[in-house]
Nanobody, 115 residues
Framework: QVQLVESGGGLVQAGGSLRLSCAASRSIFSINIMGWYRQAPGKQRELVATTTGGGGPNYADSVKGRFSISKDNAKNTVYLQMNSLKPEDTAVYYC?????????WGQGTQVTVSS
């Protein structure tokens, strides 16, 4: 089992940056996939970015070139660097881990981008 805790959300002006963190309760070295999703009011949860143990990152088209996912195995933490933020990036951002066929979610962190 894995507990995930997100942090780093907040209010930022358009064009600004934020870095989200997702701290896992155990080693992420063996976790197959870790990623970030977001859910805006009235919309379905959508993929933002994922990273796998052996492959490269994967990004939604809407964030390519602006967001970057990375992980620090020593700190059991996955990050989402968000640059050039837009009002349409406003959402609750969730961390997700998939390991041995099981899926775990964090509680989410709010990101609000003002115009």
């Amino acid at each position: 089992q894995v507990q995930l805790v997100e942090s780093g959300g907040g209010l930022v002006q358009a064009g600004g940056s934020l870095r989200l963190s997702c701290a896992a309760s155990r080693s992420i070295f063996s976790i197959n996939i870790m990623g970030w999703y977001r859910q805006a009011p009235g919309k379905q949860r959508e993929l933002v970015a994922t990273t796998t143990g052996g492959g490269g990152p994967n990004y939604a088209d809407s964030v390519k070139g602006r967001f970057s996912i990375s992980k620090d195995n020593a700190k059991n933490t996955v990050y989402l660097q968000m640059n050039s933020l837009k009002p349409e990036d406003t959402a609750v951002y969730y961390c997700k881990a998939t390991s041995r066929g099981l899926t775990y979610w964090g509680q989410g962190t709010q990101v609000t981008v003002s115009s």
